[in-house]
């Protein structure tokens, strides 16, 4: 075995070289002494596909390669993989650049295949094996973010982009040393990539990411993966992690929204500003205009309003037929904008039903089929969903057919019926497919063409918009920002999250709503209305049927009241680093439905976020959401000096060596502004 050390900054990464393969071997942080690594992991996997049979063969870089070698010095390193005995012809090389003046790896993959007989089919970034203790925690991007004890036997596989990787960087850092590694794809593009990460009980954890290669349906299909994967040193936690993926977004990313003094050009300042939703599912009478106007009067809030159910079919089922609408669907619009209650409207932006008329095939196989996402063998990509239980088309964003029904759809929806924004479903929240249609205008498998394809479907949108109106998606994935205004958070509701994407950002998009039908009890709703407040989100989302019977309905008035009165804090600010907090009062759900890891979703009684305005004044959220009197201690970077209170707690309070305590009183909101 060979040993080669990899340089850069106070970052060397060793990898160990055999007569037929190589393996990461050891990761040294010289300037803390951390080793985040001492034993061998496989730099990659590979995996090709036979043409003839369909048949999948994998590979990695530890063993069955004819040559290897490992050659250069500072700043650039070539490792290179040929002649592998299950897949020959086959030469993989990955470089490792680093850069100047930082602690960072910047690695890029090629991929060069004479092989004709297999389709290169997937492909790993380098994989980033560490090593696990009680201090060493773990970043993944499921949601806003979540952090996991790194030696929890445990293991998220996710697609990007998609609900359960919002963005496409994770991480890793010890709490005793305060330095961290991150591992970023730095992909402007972006590329469709696997995110994962994994513990199991008798092996090393690992983070990675894997690309789906492009040109699936050929032999001998070279190509590069897209973007760099950085491997990065840094100082901190999480909060520096997010950081540095905010400073390559900010820099290169091609979904960056227009900004005009600070602000996004295209967000309507409705949007921008409002502080709270509702949702409805409508019946067929006007009632849903007045429930929510009864609701709005109490919450003393005319709230912007998600509505389901307007059209005639069906929830899930005959998409995309939405019209005709219900027949009160106008006049209950009317009745509600005439209050200033803004109305958006769902329609679903990627399935066709296969029997989209009743149980009767009307369109699909004539209109539809062509333009669908396929797998190898010309078959449709199909789902089936709990709430109607058929079979459901993805539609291929690329085609032309799918473009112009959704171009349709908006038209009719914002000039018909006067509508404020469209909600189109699943575009933010549902992964890619590799969709092999050679009648298609891209290359058959992944790449970078599903996000520009659905850029192209927004852009087709935008052409019938009207000035101040706007469009939203299912969730969080951040390479559709630059085409659409807002996301719902409604997932954001887990166990061990914290709020990254918000410190990424905040300012770029409109992030709204939790689904307090997840709850599961008090606690929940509690846990919902505080965290989403600190959290800087638009909050509610909740229907008016379960507002009226919150069990602590004043408490959730208190926090939209505090999201409205201190909004500038949140749409013209930014998040600061969170408080530490240590507080003996804790809360727990006691029904399994709130979607949290274990099935209950626990927290601190105390919610505190730190929030900077343009100006500079900065905001310290105490929310106690127990229904008893909390003391919690909290560290946070403010400066040291004696605060008034605001809120339910007007009293002065005392920050030392940046610590503070104070009693907090039952389901209370109060804050600090200094």
């Not at 290169?252 to 500003?273: C, F, I, Q, Y």
Request: contains cysteine; hydrophobic residues 35%.
């Amino acid at each position: 075995m060979k040993l080669h050390t990899l340089s850069a900054g106070d970052l060397l990464v060793s990898l160990a070289q055999t007569e037929e393969g190589v393996c990461l071997h050891r990761i040294t942080d010289r300037k803390s002494g951390r080793v985040f690594l001492k034993a061998d992991g496989v730099l990659f996997t590979l995996t090709a596909r036979s043409l003839s049979e369909g048949s999948l063969v994998t590979v990695d870089s530890a063993a069955g390669w004819e040559k290897v070698s490992v050659c250069g010095e500072s700043p650039v390193y070539t490792v290179s993989f040929s002649g592998h005995k299950d897949l020959p012809m086959v030469t993989v090389l990955l470089t490792a650049a680093a850069s100047e003046g930082e602690d960072s790896l910047s690695w890029t993959v090629q991929l060069h295949s004479e092989n004709r007989e297999y389709s290169l089919y997937e492909c790993d970034y380098p994989i980033l094996t560490f090593g696990a203790c009680s201090r060493t925690k773990v970043f993944f991007p499921y949601g806003c973010g979540e952090v996991y004890p790194s030696m929890r036997t445990f293991a998220s596989r996710q697609n990007y982009p998609s609900y359960g990787a919002s963005m496409e960087y994770m991480a890793l850092w010890h709490t005793g040393a305060g330095r961290g590694l991150y591992y970023g794809l730095h992909d402007p593009a972006p590329a469709y990539k696997k995110l994962h990460y994994e513990k199991k009980a008798d092996s090393l954890p690992f983070l990675k990411a894997c690309m789906p290669l492009r040109d699936i349906d050929k032999g001998a299909n070279s190509q590069s993966l897209e973007g760099v994967c950085v491997w990065r040193l840094f100082d901190g936690d999480w909060y520096d992690a997010a950081l540095l993926y905010k400073a390559f977004f900010e820099e290169h990313a091609s979904w960056k929204p227009v900004m005009e003094n600070g602000k996004r050009k295209d967000l309507p300042e409705w949007l921008r500003t409002n502080p709270h939703w509702w949702r409805k599912r409508m019946k067929w009478d006007e009632s849903f205009a007045d429930e929510l106007l009864e609701a709005s009067e109490d919450l003393g809030l005319y709230s912007p309003v998600h509505l389901y159910d307007w059209f005639q079919i069906p929830y899930d089922t005959n998409y995309p037929h939405y019209f005709p609408a219900k027949t009160a669907f106008l006049p209950g619009i009317c009745r509600l904008q005439e209050k200033g209650v803004r109305v958006m409207p769902y329609i679903n932006g990627r399935l066709w039903d296969t029997h989209d008329k009743g149980k009767e095939d009307w369109q699909f196989t004539a209109v539809a089929r062509p333009n669908c996402t396929k797998k190898r063998g010309d078959e449709p990509f199909l789902e089936v969903y709990p709430t109607s239980n058929i079979e459901l088309a993805i539609m291929c964003p690329s085609t032309a057919l799918w473009q112009e029904k959704q171009q349709e759809i908006m038209d009719i929806l914002f000039h018909e019926f006067t509508v404020d924004a469209v909600y189109i479903d699943q575009i933010g929240a549902a992964q890619a497919y590799p969709c092999e249609d050679p009648t298609h205008s891209h290359r058959a498998g992944g790449g970078t063409w599903w996000v520009e394809s659905y850029r192209n479907l927004l852009d087709h949108a935008r052409q019938v918009l009207p000035e101040d109106r706007c469009f939203t998606t299912e969730c969080t994935s951040d390479p559709y920002m630059k085409d659409i205004q807002g996301y719902l958070s409604w997932i954001w509701i887990k166990n061990d999250q914290v709020p990254a994407f918000m410190v990424i950002y905040n300012g770029y998009v409109a992030v709204f709503g939790r689904n307090y039908l997840y709850a599961g009890d008090w606690v929940g709703e509690n846990i919902f209305a505080a965290q989403s407040l600190t959290y800087g989100e638009q909050m509610g989302w909740i229907l008016p049927e379960t507002y009226k019977t919150l069990t602590y309905k004043e408490f959730y008035k208190k926090c939209v009241g505090a999201r409205s009165a201190l909004g500038d804090f949140f749409y013209d600010g930014r998040l600061l680093r969170s408080p530490k907090i240590e507080d003996k009062v804790k809360l727990k759900t006691t029904k399994i439905k709130a979607e949290a890891y274990g099935g209950l979703l626990e927290h601190t009684a105390t919610f505190s976020e730190c929030w900077e305005r343009e100006d500079g004044k900065k905001l310290l959220l105490l929310i106690n959401a127990a229904a008893k009197e909390t003391t919690p201690a909290l560290q946070t970077d403010l400066p040291d000096g004696t605060y008034t209170t605001a809120g339910d707690l007007q009293i002065p309070v005392t920050v030392e060596d940046g610590r503070l305590s104070v009693m907090l009183p039952p389901l209370s909101v109060s804050y600090i502004i200094l």
